[in-house]
């Protein structure tokens, strides 16, 4: 006489509940560590690049810095540092950005046109400086050169029917800002704009305190092969030992629950 069906399924059950829970156990335990991380004090590449796994993390939020947007009107010469990098006094600034999340860390930005000891004025550069750490007393700057440096976006806006224009890049202070910048008037384009110091500048970063992972989520995309950031053939080996387990149980459920 053979086993009861109870017998004959427990084994492949309690396998298969006791690997999809530490799957679930593991990957909420990754959110607060990928989340922290985000957000930790980092001297990072030129360009950033964030990787696809992040995308499973939909509940982050852009906070923007004030003022949004700051107008540079052309008429920069009472704040255009034209002798960078020794001309960084008060007087010389072109405007503080703050932040509610970040109260004593104001950014203060420059616009520079030419470096000390050149005779021309042709630079398109943005300098930007924090300071923080302990006290305080520690002291973060970063310096982006227009092109270069910035990464051309166009969008459609169907409100206007017009093609937004902006170029964006990463800057690292006390963390990873965005910085924007688009045409402030009629007329040129947005690059011509910037050159000519018509420009919007705009500040944001991503405010990572709720950021979370629903487990869930990631199991439906495991099982759909398509978890992102992960090749699919590498998603297809993983999977077919949990398939085969799921078969094998089903298989022995449906087997036992006919009749002989």
């Keep these: 006489m053979g086993a009861p069906t109870g017998d004959s399924i427990l084994k492949p059950v309690v396998f298969l509940v006791c690997l999809l829970g530490t799957f679930l156990v593991v990957t909420t335990a990754m959110s607060d560590t990928i989340a ?17 796994y992040m995308t499973l993390f939909q509940n982050a939020s852009y906070s923007w810095w004030t003022p949004n947007p700051y107008h540079v009107n052309g008429s920069i010469e009472s704040v255009l540092v034209h002798d960078h990098p020794l001309g960084d006094t008060g007087e010389n600034e072109l405007v503080k950005f703050t932040n509610p999340s970040e109260v004593s860390h104001p950014i203060t930005v420059w616009a520079v046109d030419k470096w000390f000891g050149e005779t021309t004025r042709d630079r398109h550069e943005f300098y930007f400086y924090q300071h923080g750490g302990t006290l305080g007393l520690d002291d973060y700057s970063y310096l982006s050169r227009f092109p270069e440096d910035y990464t051309y976006f166009s969008e459609w806006d169907n409100d206007t029917l017009t093609v937004i224009e902006w170029y964006e890049t990463t800057i690292y202070l006390r963390h990873a800002y965005t910085v924007l910048l688009t045409g402030n008037y009629t007329g040129p384009s947005v690059y011509t704009s910037i050159l000519a110091w018509h420009c919007d500048l705009a500040l944001y970063h991503i405010s990572d305190g709720s950021v ?23 998603n297809v080996l993983l999977m077919v030992p ?18 002989a």
């Design 212 to 234: 979370s992972a629903d487990p869930w989520t990631i199991v439906a995309q495991f099982f759909t092969f398509s978890l992102p950031g992960i090749p699919l053939w590498l």
């Design 36 to 52: 922290s991380n985000r957000q930790t004090t980092f001297h990072g590449p030129d360009s950033l690049e964030i990787p696809d």
């Design 242 to 259: 949990i398939m085969a387990g799921v078969g094998v149980v089903a298989y022995v459920l449906i087997r036992g629950a006919l009749p």
